[in-house]
């Protein structure tokens, strides 16, 4: 049973003026079968909290720990934090010309398992993860996320998922982009990989992926940090009340 | 500028003919051409054809400095429809592929004073050429010629190994109705200079496919032009470089289509790689494809893709389609340089490939689509070449350390 711990994290974002601090003290603990939401407004640092902990060398942990069952995740290179556990579906992915998808699963899945799967039984297995998010078998041949479009990319991050089958999923705005149908594929997706060897933190702005996916905990991320937890009614909340009084507080504490 | 803009004129031929000076010629196809190496003006540096060459470098080929009295052997076993014969200046076939068109071709035309001609007839198995370089610090002159019978089915492999510098001419020339699969090896030591201009000249109905791998060198500069003598011919030029910190990889081509019915099909990719603190790693295409007047039903598509994988390394790539008639049945031209950078690292990475991994990931796919026309199955099947090309360039990203 895996669990992900974050522990007063602190980060900045190296920009032309100097490092400028996004979060400020995140404290949060994911589980095994849990499934947790951070909403929050835009420019909260809710990617940020992401991509620190995937390890984009974009921003700089400054004081703080991230432990995946004990294990310091901030001493990882990126690489090695996916082959500990963690996964980050990311809400732009990056284009990778020349490298075909199926090459780069392959690649992914020899690198996450620790050997190459059995030739036969991968083709089986990727055709079949790709039918159930509704991705043509062409896309196999095609250089990663290149020329897809936004909700392509977002059924192959799942692709991804489903394929590597991660302790700990970080979903970053899987949500956004995606018309009524592909929300409802991508958030099945999700769904088929939640049990309760899993846990999910799944990131977003908006409360309509939380109608497909049901979280067991949601939190209020402003000004760079969690400013409020509850239970799914909190985003019933957000829903009607909208983020505005947490933009204040935040604004007032900061 | 008093010269007329003509669409498609190709900028680095300006001023190829005439002392390879600075005044603009109206088109590829009036490039000029001699046997002699003093109708040629020594290059300064600035004339189009030579301007993204360092002529420091070139160890005097240039300007008659370098003595070119060394030697640089061709090895090559006779075998069952393949005729090799060393033959002087004087022999009648020298000089059917094509003249040369810049002074350091010239200089070795000039300067070689035995040829090697290989002959193929019928359905000869694949044979290897090996050119020695003359060994380091040395200068050296050379002429090959492969040839085919008409009806001639054959795959050549042409090796390039060892030290030292080497200008030459090697001309190609297909009967008509034969087929000929040529693959270009320059896997030379790091001093190694190679200048080289390729003749290739297709007959009727003749179908001609060179593969060019470009990794080992100091420089390499290499400079093919295909010409058709009648209809039908079918020309498929494919390349890859892989240049690291320091070197020069020069591929300049030009197809020129006078006849009609006539096929040309150019991809050309290279790899950079450099380092702080030397020289940076320099790639350089040049694509011109000229369909004359006459050229009708030309079917020609041309395409030059780099991959710079690190800082300090710099890829020129310069195509260009002159088309004097409409009556063609397609022309495309396209260049695309992109880079390796930290996103794609980043991504590949966050799926569990080591960084390692990933850049080799990139590369080897970049360069799968060229290695793959080198055939492995069949009567002219090369199974091992591929496998040691595909390990060669894994050496290469081992010893730049990525």
Sequence with gaps: ?254 | MTTPEVAGLAPELAGAKEGQGEKPVLSAGERFTSYDVEAFEVPGGREENWRFTPLKRLRGLHDGSAALDGRAPVTVTAAEGVTVETVGRDDARIGEGGTPADRVAAQAWSAFTEATVVTFDGTPAPLTITIEGPGAGATAAGHLQLRTTPFAEATVVLEHRGSGVLADNLEVVLADSSRLTVVVTEEWADDAVHVTAQHLSVGRDATLKVVSVSLGGDLVRVSPTVTYRAPGGDVELVGLGYADAGQHLEQRLLVDHAVPHCKSNVLYKNALQGRAGTTDAHTVWIGDVLIQAAAENTETFEFNRNLVLTEHARADSVPNLEIETGEIVSAGHASATGRFDDEQLFYLQSRGIPQDQARRLVVRAFFGEILQRIPTHGPGGLPDLRERLEAAIEAELAVTGV
């Design chain 1, 1 to 254: 049973m895996s669990t992900l711990e974050i522990k007063d994290l602190h980060a900045s974002v190296s920009t032309d003026d100097g490092p400028k601090p996004i979060l400020r003290g995140v404290d949060l603990t994911v589980k095994a079968g849990e499934t947790h939401a951070i909403m929050g407004p835009n420019g909260s640092g809710k990617s940020t909290l992401a991509y620190a902990i995937a390890g984009h060398p974009k921003y700089e942990i400054t004081s703080g720990q991230v432990l995946l069952d004990g294990e310091d995740v901030l001493g990882m290179t990126v690489d090695e934090r996916a082959r500990a556990g963690l996964f980050l579906a990311m809400q732009y992915p990056v284009e990778v010309p020349g490298v075909s998808m199926a090459n780069f699963l392959r690649s992914a899945a020899t690198a996450i398992r620790g050997e190459a799967p059995k030739l036969r039984t991968w083709v089986k297995e990727v055709k079949g993860a790709m039918s159930d998010l509704g991705i043509s078998e062409e896309f196999a041949d095609r250089s990663v996320n290149e020329g897809f479009s936004g909700g392509e990319k977002k059924r192959h991050e799942v692709l991804q998922l489903a394929l590597l089958n991660p302790k700990i999923a970080i979903l970053d705005e899987t949500d956004s982009g995606l018309d009524v149908d592909a929300l409802r594929v991508v958030s099945e997706g999700v769904n088929r990989y939640r049990s309760p060897e899993n846990g999910i933190l799944l990131i977003t702005h908006y409360t309509r992926i939380l109608q497909h996916i049901t979280p067991d905990f949601v939190h209020v991320f402003a000004g760079g940090r969690v400013v409020e937890s509850g239970g799914p009614e909190l985003a019933d909340d957000l829903e009607k009340n909208g983020y505005e009084r947490f933009v204040r507080e935040a604004a007032a504490a900061s």
